[in-house]
Nanobody, 124 residues
Framework: HVQLVESGGGSVQAGGSLRLSCAAS????????MGWFRQTPGKEREGVAA????????YYSPSVAGRFTISQDNAKNTVYLQMDNLRPADTAMYYC??????????????????WGQGTQVTVS
């Protein structure tokens, strides 16, 4: 079965950086898109960034564009989220996800079938 395992979360001061990793295993298909989402208690899950596994196109929410960078290493079946110039508002649990058809917009939760367990990011 498909497993997604996030790592790299932690606590940093505002202005600092973190790099999240999402290691995938057990694929019996090829995802079209991998996404990163985040969620804080009492709020809906928010799409942060996504990358097309077909052509490498990237997508970002306006709140992180210019500060976060999503990338992939196909040889390692790993997707990364480089987060720079972090702000307290970035504090959340971060999840990676893999999509299956049918495909909605990149930031639509319903597009994604497989999810990791999450990694906490705290910015103070």
């Amino acid at each position: 079965h498909v497993q997604l395992v996030e790592s790299g979360g932690g606590s940093v001061q505002a202005g600092g950086s973190l790099r999240l990793s999402c290691a995938a295993s057990g694929y019996t298909y090829s995802p079209n898109c991998m996404g990163w989402f985040r969620q804080t208690p009492g709020k809906e899950r928010e799409g942060v960034a996504a990358i097309s596994m077909v052509d490498g196109s990237t997508y970002y929410s306006p709140s992180v564009a210019g500060r976060f960078t999503i990338s992939q290493d196909n040889a390692k079946n790993t997707v990364y989220l480089q987060m720079d110039n972090l702000r307290p508002a970035d504090t959340a649990m971060y999840y990676c996800a893999a999509d299956t058809p049918p495909y909605g917009t990149w930031d639509d939760e319903e597009r994604y079938t497989y999810w990791g367990q999450g990694t906490q990011v705290t910015v103070s």
